[in-house]
């Protein structure tokens, strides 16, 4: 496995590579890898013959009062993961590297990155697009691969690529939970062991959502409001939001939407945890 | 000469070029093909091996109040003109081609793009940032020419570029002018002989700031007060901006600067016309 922290170096590896023709998958990364990335890693390394994985927290896309500075760092570790998982190329650069004269290139996809948990995290998803864009430059991939744990930046990021016309394709694939169905996140690590047990509520109230929808109930507000009481009777929280959207546009589900998303963002001790379920409405067209 | 109206067609006939070691020019333009265009094909088809023309009349570059139905068109003339130029390759997309489900994604270079015409144009370079990014990822070019008349655009173009790592090398190329001086473009056409004997009025009102500061004016006000005289001195117009900037930042020039931008943008009948020099500061380091 080659380590690349410069842009010119990750482009020589790429290049020879796509010179002997073969096709690039990518899976961008905050670091912090867990069996969410692994999943991935391992698709790309299926259906890809030359497999790169980014490693770069990237500072754009915090917010002025998150989590950049606690997010976690083990880049040893992640280093070692991608090597075991036969990664061919890991991109791992300096922040001075990716920004070097300041950031005022932004990539925005209007709409969409105001919704759902862009309400919450203003700039958030400006910062997302415009380094996935950067990243998407500099690599060069024929394939990328995102988690449906953050479909929202999915359909940003599918949206951003078919309006500017990226030669890259996007692959979703499925969100990867732990054995009580929390979905797999690196700000996991922020829970206590309490808060670990009361953050299956998360994937419960999604389940019960689901069962309302599949037995009949299309009003958006009945599901909402039954997965609320799930979150807040599982113990402290503060709910950013609780939704049910149309699974592509991301507006209020209505049941005329073959798709639902439900979404939703809960805040447990220090941590924000997202995840969501898409659930087919049944009969809609 | 290959004419190419779909994304699709394009890229192949790239493609080709590509595979076969070319390295690929390229010239942006919203047809109405003057000298000023001429010169940078002419410079592609010097430098390049593959020269490719986009004739695409972006509508998310004008305002609603601006001259997008009135804009000149003249695609039989403008395909013959590449022909005489040895033009490899045209892409004449639809606006349905470029922008089929809408454009919620914007590319946008904040700071250059408030500043000078940005002000005026509210927008503007948002549009033409997001439509460069697509073309550059639709035609993938090795270098791509823009001319100096627009520096603003220039200068957003190549930040852009820089800092969302797209590999393409922008060049400038010098403003070519009418034996008066009058600046090439295309909106010309918008002047009656009058309007276009006035109008030679920009580059005299240019020479003029020039001439102040070589004969040792630092004072940018009183620079840009005796290049205002000249241009309200030669008839009925409405001027924009007259301004002397930094080059490179477009920030407010002063003694420090080594190259001051003056530029100016003046409406005249119903043609708004820029222009602009760089001039070196005798002294400045």
Redesign the interface.
Known sequence: MEIAQT?VDI?RLVGVAKKAGQTVGFVATLGALHGGHMSLIERARKETGFVVVSIFLNPTQFGPDEDLDEYPRQEEKDLALCEKADVDAVFAPSVEQM?P?G??????????AEKLCGANRPGFFAGV??VV??LF??V?PDVAYFGQKDAQQGLIIK??V??????VEIRMCPTVREDDGLAMSSRNAYLDAGQRRQASCLYRALQEGKKLIESGQVDRDKVTAAMERIIKDAGPCSIDYVAAVDSQSLEPATAENRNWLLALAVRIGRGRLIDNIVVEIPGAK
Chains 1, 2 share one sequence.
């Open positions: 842009i482009r920004y004269s950031h005022c290139t932004v990539v925005k996809v209007e709409g969409l697009s415009t864009a950067k430059n500099i060069g949206q951003m078919e309006e500017l016309d990226m030669a």
